[in-house]
T-cell receptor
Framework: KNEVEQSPQNLTAQEGEFITINCSYS?????LHWLQQHPGGGIVSLFM???GKKKHGRLIATINIQEKHSSLHITASHPRDSAVYIC??????????FGTGTRLQVFP | EPEVTQTPSHQVTQMGQEVILRCVPI?????FYWYRQILGQKVEFLVS????????KSEIFDDQFSVERPDGSNFTLKIRSTKLEDSAMYFC??????????????FGEGSRLTVL
């Protein structure tokens, strides 16, 4: 069983739609990261959170430690948001455990 | 904005050859990492490095792999004798604070290794 599960695996949206990507994990964690992987392969950190909610622009990330679940929301989606969004957790060690990612395509 | 840079962006090599992938982490960062992503699969941790020594490594990071920080700025990953299954994108990352637990990670653009 994967330690980090994401859903959906693929997501298609029309420009302007509200998007939610979910992440569930099975291990005890100290922090959860949301990352964005561009079509060319580069990875950018979006959020790191251990409780509650964080907002940056049109992106919102929430985490529920008791339920071992996190969500990434994108408001007013835009074609430039098209990317793979990855959830990763740190389990009190130096390493991150990655999910398989959610491929998002936003059409104009 | 400071960034992690990696070279080469793409390397093609013959099986059995040695490969060195280079990374320049953000200058004031203290923790350094290598991850890899085989095509179509998820990103996997290889090794973390702090204070000039390995702090953690995965099962993937066997005796064929080594890391070093030769000059205080570069951080290198060496694969001694490449195998076909080493073909992957290799990502370098760095963080200022104590590892992935508390520090935001900054990733390089990746080095794609193709082993023929």
């Amino acid at each position: 069983k994967n330690e980090v599960e994401q859903s959906p695996q693929n997501l298609t949206a029309q420009e302007g739609e509200f998007i939610t990507i979910n992440c569930s994990y099975s291990v005890g964690i100290s922090a959860l990261h949301w990352l964005q992987q561009h079509p060319g392969g580069g990875i950018v950190s979006l959020f790191m959170l251990s409780s509650g909610k964080k907002k940056h622009g049109r992106l919102i990330a929430t985490i529920n430690i008791q339920e071992k679940h996190s969500s990434l929301h994108i408001t007013a989606s835009h074609p430039r948001d098209s990317a793979v969004y990855i959830c990763a957790v740190s389990d009190n060690t130096d390493k991150l455990i990655f999910g398989t990612g959610t491929r998002l395509q936003v059409f104009p | 904005e400071p960034e992690v840079t990696q070279t080469p962006s793409h390397q093609v090599t013959q099986m059995g050859q040695e490969v060195i992938l280079r990374c320049v982490p953000i200058s004031n960062h203290l923790y350094f990492y290598w991850y890899r992503q085989i095509l179509g699969q998820k990103v996997e941790f290889l090794v973390s490095f702090y204070n000039n020594e390995i702090s953690e490594k995965s099962e993937i990071f066997d005796d064929q792999f080594s890391v070093e920080r030769p000059d205080g700025s570069n951080f290198t990953l060496k694969i001694r004798s490449t195998k076909l299954e080493d073909s992957a994108m290799y990502f370098c990352a760095s963080s200022l604070l104590a590892g992935a637990n508390t520090g935001e990670l900054f990733f390089g653009e990746g080095s794609r290794l193709t082993v023929l």
